[in-house]
């Protein structure tokens, strides 16, 4: 599967180098959306949350952050 990505200059060029840490086959061309080609769901998968990382205010991230960590402690008890 080929997802194209539409994201600001800095921020498609920030996941761009993100996938290739992550061996994950992707294109950035100037001017054009992020190409990045998802063999499979693991590769979907943290396809989105790089692109979450990059584009949700750093307050979002965290409030999502802590709510995953009350869960965990509230199963652990």
């Known amino acids: 599967m080929v997802l194209e990505l539409s994201l600001t200059g800095s921020d498609r060029w920030e996941m761009y180098h993100r ?3 992550l061996d994950i086959p992707c294109s950035c061309q100037a001017h054009r959306p992020l190409q990045v080609h998802c063999r499979s769901t693991l590769d979907a998968i943290q396809c989105w949350s790089i692109a ?11 409030q999502v952050l802590d709510a995953c960590l009350d869960l965990q ?3 652990s008890k």
């Open 52 to 62: 979450r990382q990059l584009t949700q205010p750093r307050l979002v991230l965290a």
């Open 73 to 75: 402690t509230q199963s």
């Open 19 to 21: 996938l290739q840490d």
